[in-house]
């Protein structure tokens, strides 16, 4: 078959089994999980190659679309992700929501793939939608607030958007993100404001703590490990085409990972904390439009298996750190994973923070080096500085997880010898179990693919780093500081950040021009 056919067929099949999941969803799901299969097998295949394809849809002045570098790693993150989703929560899903992540995976295709400002458009704003209803999944009034909100919100941020784009469309003449060279410096401020919105980056981020904490954990691991990737593949293009806007990015993401990380080693609560984390890790991924998509593919990936893994008991969420209380989550313990289960699930969570703080031989020390290698000198700086933040957050959560586990399941279900082959039998007749053990094979297989970057320096740096993260944790345990992070996301919400965030863009490219 032709590229120019595959392609196209590939994009939109998703929403097309997403439909046809609404009249026969039994049928349809194992193909569904097929398909991400599919994708993900020919997206990590692809990744570091030299394959790019561009093809217009619908012939000359149609939608214009590049698979390359910049669509690869993000299709495999987004589809490892929804893999994850399904795996772990297929039984608690609620009406239609798998056919709603299947419509959701063809905006973000969309959205890796298109350089075309319109389409770019039209896909976030069904990201949007996807997300509103994954956010409105728990059904209860907060999780309604929550999702009106990001749709409000997210609407004037792509309002803020098509205004900047109309702008740039009568000075070039076409809708092209390579013919932004041409566009005024206004206009390119109303469209990274609004991109950066819907990637969830500082200060246009805030809306993230607030709803990964409240959302269903399925909906939270697909919000932090999918939606939020939708903005970083055109402000990753941009950046590597236009160079005012890729040294705004470096001003943006060095002020989005400290202050992000800063109010992450304070929050109290963990969904909260891991939101927080969000905001200061699509900050780094925007330093580098070389390695931007590749490192929130990591951070996609490892933020979906946190908040599958983040809960304990399986019906529910529940704040399990030992300093929070139990606030709108206020219940028990209503059901326990088999300890086997559960131990898989810690050791899960711990890999995935140690990914993400940068431990050597797991995929975040990769990446990280990646990003680092590509920063200025100045940006270096600070880029440690938010490192060693990040793990303050990671060593909080990590000593969290593992004592609540301590406290309810303790150790001798692991190793006494009585319940061995009761835990063996466990883990071969679960395929929940299957996906936990797959999951973080892959974060250390994928590791030993890039050797080149492990030397003495960068792996003493990491470990430096991580125990200095965990004294740093040790000495702030203590500070509640509830009344200094809560107000600023009162006052600076999700419907006055985008403007803002347009405005000092528009400051920094016409007078400061950093």
Known sequence: MELSILFPALIFLPAALGFLGCISPRIV??????MLLSYAALAVNSINSDFSYAFTLIGDGGIQFSIDQYTFPLVFGSSVTLLISFGLFYKKFSHYFYQVCLV?????????????????????????????????????????????????????????YLVGVVQAFTYTGTFLIADLVRAPETALCLIVAGLLTKSGVFLCGLWVPNIYSHANCQSSAILSGCVTCAGIAPIARMSQTLAPIGDSMVVIGVISAVVAAIYAVFERESGR????????????????????CIYAMQHGICKALLFSTLHT???????????????????????????????????????????????PFLTGFVTKNWVKSDLPYE???????????????????????TSHYIKN??????????????????ILST??????????SLLIAYSFTQTDIYYASSISSAITSAILGGILFVSV??????????????????????????????????????
């Open 29 to 34: 799901f194992p193909i569904s999980i097929a």
């Open 104 to 160: 959701l995976f063809t905006a973000l295709l969309i959205s890796f793939s298109t350089v075309d400002l319109v389409s770019m458009f039209i896909a976030l704003e069904l990201v949007g939608f996807a997300a509103f209803l994954l956010i409105a999944d728990r059904n209860d009034k907060k999780s309604l607030f929550n999702s009106f909100q990001y749709l409000i919100g997210g609407g004037l941020a792509m309002l803020i």
């Open 273 to 292: 904390a891991l939101g927080w984390s969000s905001v200061s890790q699509l900050g780094i991924a925007i330093l580098s439009p070389t390695y931007a």
């Open 313 to 359: 008991n399986s019906s529910s969420q529940l704040p399990h750190n030992s300093h929070s209380a139990l606030g709108h989550h206020g219940h028990q313990l209503s059901t326990k994973h088999p300890p086997i289960e559960e131990f898989l699930r810690v050791l899960v969570f711990v890999i995935a923070s140690l990914s993400i703080m940068g431990f």
């Open 379 to 401: 940006a270096k700086i600070i880029y440690t500085t938010a490192a060693l933040l990040t793990s303050t957050v990671y060593a909080r959560l990590i000593y969290d997880r």
């Open 409 to 426: 399941y303790g150790t001798k279900s692991i190793i006494n010898l009585q319940h061995i082959s009761r835990n063996v039998i466990d």
């Open 431 to 440: 395929p929940r179990l299957w996906i936990l053990i797959f999951s973080f």
């Open 477 to 514: 345990v203590g500070i509640q500081a509830d009344e200094f992070v809560k107000p600023v996301t009162r006052t600076l919400d999700l419907v006055g950040a985008p403007f803002l965030v347009a405005a000092l863009l528009l400051a920094n490219l016409l007078y400061l021009k950093i």
